[in-house]
């Protein structure tokens, strides 16, 4: 059984008499100089007066370097991105607060604690556009039927169609299917079309050809657009949750830097929007009158709903390499996207044993394996899902995401695995591949869980590190050290077996 690691008692202990201090104020303003007048979303849940929506937001102070501010932790929260957005480090944010073990994965949403901060100029809007489980397509989805919501509004998606996957989906089954794979929530990719193409409202799309504003050749279609859409708010969410992106600039080359207080759904937006818009249009959209207040006006305010999609002191449960324990595959891809391009570095490619390169079919005795004991919850060329929890449902806990397995002997819906079992075999099927192998990336709650990170995606044994791009790096167990690389040499030689 998988021995999770929790805080000390004492730690929990010291977590309830500070929220029990901070819960017994009653002061709109802390006296922490690190404070701010922003929506008290505890109440208003973010929503301005609207008598008072165009009065800009307050400005953050010049703080003193080093100088410790109040901080309310946020789900999926690490300290290496906290140091990151706060422009200070593990060590200083550790000896500001002794009750955080240096071990510690994730922090508690809603805990407290103080952070030595280093001020940087140009800190954008400290408004919070959307809670992280309203961004990801987390168990908060669940129940919300898109087709019946499209088929209830009078809008053009209603009636829009696109050739995809081999076959014609409706609207509202285009919306799903980019909300499945890149595991974006459904209710925020209808506010986006609402928001920028009146999907819902309007009996037309704008005269354009890029309705949404990105701009790649022979990807002006609503759908295209809308699956750039996805790809840049995945990376805007995984930059800022990995501590990566911290600064980015408009379309006229003006700098922004996110707020260090905000959260990774309401980054992802502002970068999504930065993309596009300059000036007055990317300061509404980010503003309460922006995407927010269209998000509100078809599925209620967000944040009235205080989920915590990735809990405090997360661990993965045992994983084992993706293949037969007695064998020796070669790791040909470090930590890349899970899905599409950039971020997230979510997933590890390993390949099996070839005489040649390129797109072979795999040996018989080759196939890819479970990793865990799990349910089949989706099988298709576009990716199939392992739920280890076995509930049934890929937005809800632990999930073991494979791509790139051959759509003959895939394991079907709702077979039920146990850890090492035939899943399927290695290919070159569903997306882009220069060679034949398994592709497999972890998701927790819908949220893609990165490979390098304080949760690392450790399989039997191999903890994976970043390179210095996309598909490099390297695995680790021991004295150990392989280094990815296409080539599939003995250098890239991997066993499940303990030396």
Known sequence: MNQKTKFPSSYAVIIIIIIALTLSSCSTLSNNPGSIATPDQSSTNGL?????????????????????????AQSGDTLPALARHFNTSVDEILAAN?????????????????IPIYYRALWDTPFQIIPDHAFVNSPTSIGFNTAAFVASQPGWLQGYRAYVGGEWKSGAELVDYIAVNYSINPRLLLAILEYQGGALTKAEPPVTRNLLGLYRPFWDSPYLQLVLAANTLNNGYYGWRSGALIEFEETNDILLRPDPWQNAGSVALQYYFSRMFTGKDYDLAVSPNGLYSTYVTFFGDPWEDSFELIPGSLQQPELLLPFPSYQTWNYTGGPHTGWGTGAPFSALDFAPPSESSGCVPAKPENFATAVADGLVVRSAVDGLALDLDKDGDERTGWVVFYLHLATDQRAPLGSDLKAGDKIGYPSCEGGRSTGTHVHVARKYNGEWILADSPLPFVLSGWTPHNGLDAYQGTLTRGGLTITACECGDAYTAISGKYP
């Open 48 to 72: 301005f007066d609207p008598a008072s929506a165009a009065t800009p937001l307050p400005a953050r102070p010049s703080y003193a370097p080093g100088q410790l501010v109040d901080y309310v």
């Open 98 to 114: 002794t009750f955080i073990p240096r071990e510690a994965t994730t922090m508690p949403q809603g805990m407290p604690i103080q």
